[in-house]
């Protein structure tokens, strides 16, 4: 019923500009046989993997964690920020679940925001429950050796900026650092989700520099392998979620013997969204900034000069609006929700036989929002109009 309405509604919006504009419109039958000998359209094959139940487990006890620490946090903030506790209880439906909280990443940004001061609490604090949050997204789209190793570089800065603040106000030139909430974050961390065997498989993915187990990255190089073995040149996106991600994915990619010899592999993602001062005082790695304008530009260049087996591993932020080859196909690692975002993967693939790619995990919530996105991209499609102007 809900799709009898849009599809009703799009009609509407028709009889609306007919009558308003004093315009012809055209609605053209995608299955016409003779429009689709002349426009390219990308076919699109959905691989379903099975989840690991390591991840979700991993997921689990990290949400815990972080649930547990926030949660006391709650109170204090309240007394400063006036309804802080609202986005904190939508947090919490994610963070019970074992998911990643966008609301959780918003909160946090706020508490970080230097014009608060929360005298009681340290900034790293903040950051550290930040970073648990992105690891458990680094989970869900990459795996758990991926996620508790991101977490570790985490924490070991954490501990040293601790220590240089411990000596800091031994030397007297700073107050004496609280550092109380912190170590008992670091410890709940290392007893409740950071076991042992976890750490020993990832100090085994290090040495290998392969995470091969994660159903999702077993599935893009097994569909990469075959563009190879079919193609001697093409060019190719793959897209991912995250920056961390996105060099993640395209260094392991790299480290695939098979693949490694034959691809050159390419990175893009988005602006830097704080100034350079802002990014050292955060802490942030070369992984999580972004790339400036000229950058981007120089490896936009790169890959559409290169004549070879290409493949572009980006954020969502080379969907739209820059000028990028035509590619053959288009790989989703990361599902999105958003029809529009998937209308634009779509229009990346603008060359004849050239395929689309949805990796997902089986009866997760990848599912539900693929099915969302289709049914958005499905009636935006209905609501476009060709539209010729009668004077």
Not at 32 to 42: F, G, N, T, Y
Not at 179 to 186: P, R
Not at 239 to 245: E, H, L, S, T, Y
Not at 332 to 348: A, K, N
Request: net charge neutral; charged share 20%; with cysteine.
């Amino acid at each position: 019923m809900k799709t009898l309405s849009l599809q009703a509604g799009a009609v509407n919006v028709q009889w609306q500009l007919k009558s308003n504009m004093c315009a012809q419109f055209i609605n053209i039958d995608p299955e016409d046989v003779e429009l689709a000998s002349l426009v390219p359209r990308a076919t699109t094959r959905v691989i379903r993997v099975a989840p690991r139940p390591e991840d979700a487990d991993f997921s689990k006890r990290l949400a815990g964690v972080v649930l547990r620490h926030v949660e006391g946090l709650v109170v204090e903030m309240s007394q400063v920020l006036p309804g802080a506790q609202l986005p904190f209880l939508k947090a919490r439906v994610d963070m019970t679940a074992g998911r990643w909280s966008p609301d959780l990443k918003a909160w946090l940004r706020t508490l970080l925001d230097p014009t608060h001061c929360f005298p009681h609490t340290p900034t790293v604090y903040f950051k550290l429950l930040r970073d648990c949050n992105a690891a458990i997204l680094l989970t869900q789209d990459h795996g758990f050796e991926l996620g508790l190793q991101f977490l570790g570089r985490k924490c070991s800065a954490a501990c040293e900026q601790m220590h240089n603040c411990a000596v800091a106000a031994a030397q007297g030139e700073v107050n004496e650092p609280k550092d109380v909430v912190v170590t008992a974050l670091l410890w709940d961390l290392s007893v409740s989700a950071c076991d042992l065997t976890r750490v020993n498989i990832v100090l085994k993915a290090v040495q290998s520099s392969l995470y091969v187990g994660f159903p999702k990255f077993k599935a893009l190089v097994k569909v990469l392998q075959d563009m190879v073995s079919s193609k001697d040149t093409f060019h190719g996106i793959v897209f991912v979620r995250q920056r961390q991600g996105v060099h993640a994915v395209a260094a392991l990619l790299q480290n695939v013997p098979e693949l490694g010899r034959a691809v050159a592999f390419h990175t893009f993602t988005g602006h830097p969204a704080k100034t350079k001062v802002q990014l050292a005082q955060d802490g942030a790695d070369a992984e999580t900034v972004g790339m400036p304008t000229r950058k981007q530009q120089e490896a936009l260049q790169r890959f559409r000069d290169a004549s070879g087996r290409e493949i572009l591993v980006a954020t969502a932020a080379a969907q739209e609006g820059l000028d990028i080859v035509n590619c053959s196909f288009v790989v989703c690692y990361s599902v999105t929700e958003c029809g529009v975002q998937l209308m634009q993967w779509r229009g990346r693939t603008r060359m004849f036989d050239s395929q689309i790619f949805m990796l997902m995990e089986s009866g997760s919530s990848d599912e539900t929002f693929f099915g969302k996105a289709c049914m958005e991209a499905t009636n935006n499609c209905l609501a476009q109009v060709q539209i010729a102007i009668s004077l």
